[in-house]
């Protein structure tokens, strides 16, 4: 557990922050936004009118009659409930079939140490933090002034899913032959999760039982809560932690119960090609982000047509509204939701634009370059497959609104002007890959900073009027620079002058990479 806690000092507290950081600043900006129950009845309304809201929102229990602590919920619980999905995905799988991958775990084992020790030490130490978030959390709604019932529902809903996915990852790492695969594997049940719980929310079927998630909702905070979902959450999270500690058992060490299929016997001529095969390691990750920004999109493009009379029943909004000085109301929540989209995306951007650095520190980079394949040739693959990818996935999201606010205002001259205002947050997104790339060529081992600057953008532009930042410091994001289209006429220079920001970077750190050492497995 130590040498567990010593790796994880960094991961562990960022995504205990970042994720306790969201559903608390959020939690917080609630009240002034809903101050009377006029404001309450009216996002009632909202959200109870639209499937697509109910489907990624939840089942709006306690929406008949609506408190506060309702729409906390229903703004936070699905998406902390997923960020600690994933949270204990990647740590679990880390500390499990990653270090079998990376024949680690063989080097420990041949030591004093049990056979079972090394996952019971990371599902402890997850599990701990689940509990631990759910405390903050706990006490930060206290604190905000929420109802102290509620907020023990929804702290301990949070806690017991994310116990709950402990069991999944730990599970998926006994069942798959790789770590790549576990997290597939995993990812895939959290997809199959989401999708019975958002069809039986939207339908109002029981469907929606068959979903952990739904059990995780179903403990209704601030509406008449109800225990016994949480304590089957828990006893099932309890049951997986326990098979994968048998499955550990009847598998050996460094293979997994579904062993992995052989290939075909000759590759396919384009994979011949650094762009080819750049491709085929990625594909899967841009398909996904494809599908899920569309979703997204769609989600927000279908509330697009009540929105204005939304905000103009709500006085929290009276003060934007103000500042909006003529511009359709429409048109400004479309363009806040695009760039909230491209913030998004950026992560897929790093992701991507680091891809590189993964090759290198897993040894293969070494078998590609020791062909006639120079350095930049083939970190220029990767970053062509990125920048494909990002426009990819950044017009899947405008095709999503633009489809989604075309069916409900009728007008389907939407589909192309959202599509191509989603464009105008590409500069933007792709300064974040390019700060990635210098860092990753010129310094190595400080490139997962690259993550640090998309939190700190984030942050800005989340939080950044609300905490009263000067201007000088609203503008160190790249996404304060993005005019906001289709609210507003377009403005070239700043997307002109980020998109020669993002090349110099780029060129940066292209030069980098050509000149220094590549790590040696």
Not at 202 to 213: K, T
Not at 249 to 277: E, F, I, K, N, Y
Not at 385 to 410: E, F, N, Q, R
Not at 468 to 488: E, K, N, R
Request: aromatic content about 8%; some cysteine.
């Amino acid at each position: 557990m130590r040498f567990t806690l010593r790796r994880d000092r960094v991961r562990l507290p960022v995504w205990l922050s970042a994720i306790s950081a969201t559903i608390l600043s959020s939690a917080g900006a609630l009240p002034p936004l809903y101050p009377d129950q006029a404001a309450l009845d009216s996002y009632a309304e909202l959200a109870g009118s639209n499937p697509a809201m109910t489907a990624f929102g939840g089942p709006g229990y306690g929406m008949d009659h609506p408190n506060i602590g309702v729409v906390l919920v229903n703004e936070t619980q699905l998406t902390g409930a997923i960020c600690l999905a994933f949270m204990a995905l990647f740590l679990v799988n880390r500390h499990t079939r990653a270090e079998e991958d990376d024949e680690r775990s063989e080097m420990i084992r041949s030591s004093v140490v049990g056979r079972h020790a090394p996952l019971a030490a990371v599902v402890l130490v997850q599990s701990t933090a689940m509990l631990l978030l759910g405390a903050v959390c706990f006490a930060g709604f206290l604190t905000i002034g929420y109802d102290a019932t509620g907020s023990l529902a929804l702290a301990a809903s949070l806690s017991v899913f994310g116990l709950f996915m402990v069991g999944v990852a730990a599970v998926a790492a006994q069942v798959a032959s790789t770590g790549r695969a576990a997290l597939g594997y995993g990812s895939a049940a959290i997809g199959a999760m989401f999708i019975v719980r958002a069809f039986g929310d939207a339908a109002g079927s029981p469907v929606r039982w068959l979903s952990p998630l739904g059990w995780a909702q179903g403990g209704r905070p601030f509406a008449n809560e109800q225990w016994w979902p949480l304590a089957l959450c828990f006893v099932a999270a309890a049951g997986l932690i326990v098979l994968a500690h048998w499955l550990f058992t009847q598998r050996d060490l460094g293979s997994g119960l579904v062993t992995a299929h052989a290939g075909p016997a000759h590759a396919a001529g384009w994979l011949t090609h650094p762009v080819g095969l750049s491709w085929r390691l990625q594909r899967g990750a841009v398909t996904g982000w494809v599908v899920g920004m569309a979703l997204m999109g769609a989600v927000s493009g279908s509330i697009g047509d009540e929105i204005a009379t939304f905000m103009e029943d709500n006085q929290g909004y009276a003060d934007i509204l103000a500042l909006l000085e003529g511009v359709d109301v429409t048109d400004a929540f479309l363009a806040v939701w695009l760039v909230m989209q491209a913030l998004f995306i950026s992560g897929y951007t790093i992701s991507a634009a680091l891809r590189p650095r993964t090759e290198e520190h897993a040894g293969r980079a070494e078998l590609v370059l020791a062909g006639p394949m120079s350095r930049t040739r083939w970190v220029a693959s990767h970053l062509a497959v990125a920048l494909g990818g990002t426009i990819a996935i950044i017009l899947a999201g405008g095709l999503g609104t633009g489809l989604a606010y075309a069916a409900v205002s009728g007008d389907s001259s939407q589909i192309l002007r959202l599509v191509a205002a989603s464009l105008a947050s590409l500069p933007a997104t792709l300064v974040l890959g390019a700060i990635a790339v210098a860092l990753y060529g010129l310094v190595p081992r400080a490139s997962l900073g690259a993550w640090l600057v998309l939190a700190m953008c984030v942050l800005i532009t989340y939080f950044g009027e609300v905490l009263g930042l000067p201007q000088w410091a609203l503008d160190l994001s790249p996404f304060t620079h993005v005019p906001q289209v289709p609210a507003v006429a377009i403005d070239w220079q700043p997307l002109l002058t980020m998109t020669a920001l993002a090349a110099a970077l780029t060129g940066a750190g292209l030069w980098g990479i050509a000149r220094r050492d590549i790590a040696s497995s």
